[in-house]
């Protein structure tokens, strides 16, 4: 491969997800097909290793060093794909000796020697993260004992990249398996070449529907193993070393370059989700000319699909603050007694009011109805709790719904629902969408009624739109205090209606409440469009890497052909 290529275009890749681990196993995959390095024509033939290790094995099962086994006797599964004419399959106990590792018991472990885990090996790589002696860990299981040389393979599922080889004598967990080649081979190439991606596939097709997916030593013997001649094994390795460290800088600056657009975006957000200063004054401007420069510049300011979510509380924070759009001095304020204004944690627009919930109601709260749906063909339409809980853009989801028969009509009036009104999830497992607020539409022109998991909230239209409540329960300053009033019940999180009730919530002019929903659907909008366009462009960064990798590796894949 040529390093400079890549780099050249790794700009134009990095947003693919996982470009650079992708990358690796493109590396490993082309190593394993003989398409990485040139073949020598002067090289030994795999074919005539192969023989010298069956000359060994006969070797060691004379002298009593080695058992004999049904691993002689089981045929190589079939081979995944071609190799060069130099290499050879073989099956992995034609040239190995799976699981070669004596067992040991805790007390008869040499106290300084090496002693294994799974957690220190790094996935991805294959790297040793850490050594511990068996002094400095506890060990209460059996252990597998190994020798220097030995391939330590991780063999259960999820941890089949974790191969290394052994420098020094040790002992490991059992499931991690010493794999002892019966002649002299690079050691290096071995374990990668189990670490190749059609080998991971191998091994995860065989542990489908199994409790604990290992792979198991009958499995392990009949596995197809691409072996090169011993020469051209050394210099893959060392090929595969090169582009590996090339990776590994490409990862670190993908790592800093990530960082900083993480540090700029953070530190933006923050800023503007900071309690505002009073409304008058160069602090004051200089908080909204910073709020509407990140505003202007989403698209430039958000770069990941992670910073959007940051990005929605922003917008919803600022807009109950006061912050999101200006006040009118001919707006009049919310005209109730003084008595029911809460005193407010923050600093608010003169015109605003700071008021529970239960002085915005037209009407007092209710639960919904209690009888399960029976699937009635002729039923009336009933919301399923998911109806409060799964759209991310505060609507009810009306498709979310069944059918239940016997509502008569005095029933629908009392448990029916109206364009403009609220409902909220009484009980969930997740905190995070008890109380929430969700606005009803009623875009299927179903007219259902609601279940009574489900608070209906209505709001007094000459108070408050009801899109504003709904997009004010989403703000950090309600959200917070609505969560303090939830209790946990067996597993359960919930809020009682009145409790709902009692949780204030920051009121601006009615006018002004309007103004707000527009932007805020206005910025949602512009946010969701940058949602997909981020979306799509991770998607054509994926199609673009695999172009990209081709190209990049053509010149050693035409000098091996």
């Given amino acids: 491969m040529n390093p400079a290529r890549l780099l050249v275009h790794f700009e134009r890749i990095a947003e693919a997800p996982d470009a650079v681990p992708r990358l690796r196993r493109f590396i490993l995959d082309l190593a394993v097909r003989g398409k990485l390095v040139v073949q020598d024509p002067g090289d030994e033939p795999a074919t005539e290793l192969l023989r010298r290790i069956q000359t060994e094995k006969v070797r060691l099962l004379n002298a009593g060093e080695i058992r004999k086994s049904k691993a002689n006797e089981l045929k190589m599964v079939t081979a995944p794909y071609d190799l060069p004419r130099s290499w050879a399959w073989a099956a992995l106990g034609s040239i190995f000796l799976y699981d070669a590792g004596a067992k040991r018991e805790p007390n008869m472990l040499d106290q300084s020697h090496w002693l294994l885990e799974l957690e220190d090996i790094e996935k991805d790589t294959g790297r040793l993260v850490t050594r511990v002696r068996a002094s400095e860990r506890a060990s209460q299981s059996t252990k597998s004992e190994f020798k220097v040389g030995d391939i330590l393979y991780g063999k259960l599922r999820p941890y089949l990249n974790k191969v290394l080889v052994a420098d020094e004598p040790g002992y490991s967990t059992t499931e991690i398996v010493a794999i002892r080649s019966f002649a002299p081979l690079c050691s290096k190439y071995c374990a990668l070449a189990l670490r190749r991606p059609d080998f991971v596939e191998y091994v995860?097709?065989?542990?489908?529907?199994?409790?604990?997916?290992?792979?198991?030593?009958?499995?392990?013997?009949?596995?197809?193993?691409?072996l090169p001649p011993l020469a051209e094994q050394h210099r893959i390795v060392a090929k595969v070393d090169e582009l590996m460290a090339l990776c590994d800088r490409l990862e670190a600056a993908q790592t800093e370059r990530?960082?900083?657009?993480?540090?700029?975006?953070?530190?933006?957000?923050?800023?503007?989700?900071?309690?505002?200063?009073?409304?008058?004054?160069?602090?004051?401007?200089?908080?909204?000319?910073?709020?509407?420069?990140?505003?202007?510049?989403l698209p430039r300011l958000t770069t990941r699909l992670e910073h959007i979510k940051a990005l929605h509380q922003t917008i919803l924070n600022l807009a109950v603050r006061g912050k999101l759009v200006e006040q009118d001095p001919t707006d009049k304020p919310a005209q109730l007694s003084t008595k029911t204004i809460q005193s407010a944690p923050c600093s608010l627009p003169g015109s605003w009011r700071y008021l529970r919930l239960e002085h915005l109601l037209a009407e007092g709260t209710r639960n919904g109805y209690s009888r399960k749906p029976d699937d009635a063909l002729d039923g009336v339409p009933i919301l399923r709790i998911s109806?409060?809980?799964?759209?991310?853009?505060?609507?009810?989801?009306?498709e979310e719904h069944k059918l239940i028969s016997g509502i008569d009509d005095a029933i629908r009036v009392q448990?029916?629902?109206?364009?403009?009104?609220?409902l909220a999830c009484r009980f969930n497992g997740n905190k995070s969408f008890v109380g929430r607020l969700k606005l009803f539409r009623n875009y299927l022109g179903i007219a259902p009624i609601y279940p009574d998991k489900l608070i209906r909230v209505r709001v007094n239209p000459g108070l408050a739109v009801p899109g504003y409540i709904r997009l004010a329960g989403d703000s950090d300053l309600v959200r917070h205090t609505l969560e303090d009033s939830c209790a946990t019940t067996v597993g359960n999180w919930g809020i009682s209606a009145s409790n709902l009730k009692d949780v204030p919530f920051p009121i601006p002019p009615l006018a002004e409440q309007q103004r707000i929903v527009a932007k805020v659907d206005e910025l949602m909008a512009v946010c969701d469009q940058l949602e997909a366009s981020l979306t799509a462009?991770?998607?054509?960064?994926?199609?673009?890497?695999?172009?990209?990798?081709?190209?990049?590796?053509?010149?050693?894949?035409?000098?091996?052909?």
């Avoid at 499995?219 to 691409?226: G, L």
């Avoid at 109806?387 to 009306?398: I, K, P, S, Y």
């Avoid at 448990?415 to 609220?422: H, R």
């Fill in 415 to 422: 448990y029916g629902l109206i364009p403009g009104d609220l």
């Fill in 537 to 561: 462009t991770q998607t054509d960064s994926r199609r673009l890497l695999e172009v990209v990798l081709q190209e990049a590796l053509a010149p050693a894949m035409e000098k091996a052909a």
């Fill in 204 to 226: 995860t097709r065989l542990g489908q529907g199994t409790k604990m997916p290992r792979l198991r030593t009958e499995d392990a013997n009949v596995a197809p193993f691409p």
């Fill in 258 to 297: 990530e960082q900083r657009r993480d540090r700029l975006v953070t530190a933006s957000l923050n800023r503007i989700n900071q309690p505002a200063p009073s409304a008058e004054g160069e602090a004051a401007t200089a908080f909204r000319e910073h709020a509407r420069f990140h505003l202007d510049h």
């Fill in 387 to 398: 109806a409060g809980t799964v759209r991310q853009d505060g609507l009810v989801a009306e």
